[in-house]
């Protein structure tokens, strides 16, 4: 069965630190690989979209890791700001399938 | 500002009336998707539409009733609901489907309530 599944479930942390959220999937045969960042109340934006062949992609202070093997990603966001409160949903793509898999999402709460 | 535009934004309806959401995207975007999402849960696909055509239907009941008039627009058709209907309807599109390299762009969503 197709799961993405991430932790932790929520987090908690201060202004300027970094943090690194986790997502691991079972999704075959594996197409692609995104993170998403949805404001309360607001749709999805997608940060970083990665395929089997890339394991590093950086958008700003959002970096996204990829190891195929271990069928793991994670999120790093740099220098955490109180605009990164949100939740972040990682989503996996199967190859020839018109489903985008969603995982249950962190969310991230960073205070002054 | 989000490209894809959903309206209302918000909804109060009762458990008989028919009321409908909209969604519109200019991207050029071929597949346009109606997802629903409650409280502190992710999206949950609902209907699918690939070239105007219904792609899937993930066993949503009869009361909601998807449409594509064009390829920019989509809507979604609401009749007799239920109060555990209430939540954030979301319309994304792509620009191809089957797990393609493009990203799903979502809309801000309509918040509906049931009453």
């Known amino acids: 069965k197709n799961q993405v599944e991430q932790s932790p479930q929520s987090l908690i942390i201060l202004e300027g630190k970094n943090c690194t959220l986790q997502?691991?999937?079972?999704?075959?045969?594996?197409?692609?690989l995104r993170w998403y960042k949805q404001d309360t109340g607001r749709g999805p934006v997608s940060l970083t979209i990665?395929?089997?062949?890339?394991n590093t992609k950086s958008n700003g202070r959002y970096t996204a890791t990829l190891d195929a093997d271990t069928k793991q990603s994670s999120l790093h966001i740099t220098a955490s700001q109180l605009s990164d409160s949100a939740s972040y949903i990682c989503v996996v793509s199967a190859t020839g399938t018109y489903k985008y898999i969603f995982g249950t999402g962190t969310r991230l709460k960073v205070l002054a | 500002d989000t490209e894809v535009t959903q309206t209302p934004k918000h909804l109060v309806m009762g458990m008989t009336n028919k009321k409908s959401l909209k969604c519109e995207q200019h991207?050029?975007?071929?597949?346009m998707y109606w997802y629903k999402q409650k409280a502190k849960k992710p999206p949950e696909l609902m209907f699918v539409?690939?070239?105007?055509?219904?792609?899937i239907n993930e066993s949503v009941p009869s009361r909601f009733s998807p449409e594509c008039p064009n390829s920019s627009l989509l809507n979604l058709h609401l009749h007799a609901l239920q109060p555990e209907d209430s939540a954030l309807y979301l319309c994304?599109?792509?620009?191809?489907?089957?797990?393609?390299?493009?990203?799903?762009?979502f809309g801000n969503g309509t918040r509906l309530t049931v009453t």
């Open positions: 539409y690939s070239y105007e055509k219904l792609s």
């Open positions: 991207m050029g975007h071929r597949a």
């Open positions: 997502c691991n999937y079972t999704v075959s045969p594996f197409s692609n």
């Open positions: 990665m395929t089997f062949s890339e």
């Open positions: 994304a599109s792509s620009q191809g489907v089957r797990g393609a390299n493009s990203p799903l762009h």
